[in-house]
């Protein structure tokens, strides 16, 4: 089993939906979540990173972390067909140098 | 360009062959990181320096994967007798590591290897 699991999808919604993205993991010692959003044949952008469970807003995006349930969310406000990438959720431990990925959820906005 | 940046972006070479790849990471980020990435799975960790120190290594790293950081600037990874499984996107990270107890990693765009 993984220590990180993600919804693979694809996932295809209306522009102007809001989109929720999920990942659950095992390992207790995962401090830190972070999302990334990865374009066709391109590197991982990061996106956000939170530390603390609850939520983290930034602009259209809200990250959301239970630390009980071992469950992260990532959402999309007013989704655009821009949005449309591959979102990979990771988890760090503290006291590693390495960040541990889900397999990432596929998401298409349609116009 | 102040990003992170890959060489070769795409590389393709027969079985048996050697392959080396390189990475410039943002100028004044100490650590360095290389993934691996295969079609519908999300980036594996390989390796990663904290400037010219390789501080560990995955059990995905096989004798035949080798990688340095001369000088803790640029990094490179060797790939010997490369077999049709090693076929995949080589990614590379770099972060500043400061006081806190985690750091931002800034990807670069990804070397794809195809292995005939």
């Known amino acids: 089993q993984k220590e990180v699991e993600q919804d693979p999808g694809p996932l295809s919604v209306p522009e102007g939906a809001i989109v929720s993205l999920n990942c659950t993991y095992s390992n207790s010692a995962f401090q830190y979540f972070m999302w990334y959003r990865q374009y066709s044949r391109k590197g991982p952008e990061l996106l956000m990173y939170?530390?603390?469970?609850g939520n983290k807003e930034d602009g259209r995006f809200t990250a959301q972390v239970d630390k009980s349930s071992k469950y992260i969310s990532l959402f999309i406000r007013d989704s655009q067909p821009s949005d449309s990438a591959t979102y990979l959720c990771?988890?760090?431990?503290?006291?590693?140098?390495?960040?541990?990925f889900g397999d990432g959820t596929t998401l298409t906005v349609k116009p | 360009d102040t990003g992170v940046s890959q060489n070769p972006r795409h590389k393709i070479t027969k079985r048996g062959q050697n392959v080396t790849f390189r990475c410039d990471p943002i100028?004044?980020?100490?650590?360095l990181y290389w993934y691996r990435q295969t079609l519908g799975q999300g980036p594996e960790f390989l390796t990663y320096f904290q400037n010219e120190a390789q501080l560990e290594k995955s059990r995905l790293l096989s004798d035949r994967f080798s990688a340095e950081r001369p000088k803790g600037s640029f990094s490179t990874l060797e790939i010997q007798r490369t077999e049709q499984g090693d076929s995949a996107m080589y990614l590379c990270?770099?972060?500043?590591?400061?006081?806190?107890?985690?750091?931002?990693?800034?990807f670069g765009p990804g070397t794809r290897l195809t292995v005939l």
């Open positions: 100028s004044e980020h100490n650590r």
């Open positions: 990771a988890m760090e431990n503290t006291n590693a140098g390495k960040s541990t």
């Open positions: 990270a770099s972060s500043s590591r400061g006081m806190g107890p985690t750091d931002t990693q800034y």
């Open positions: 939170t530390y603390s469970s």
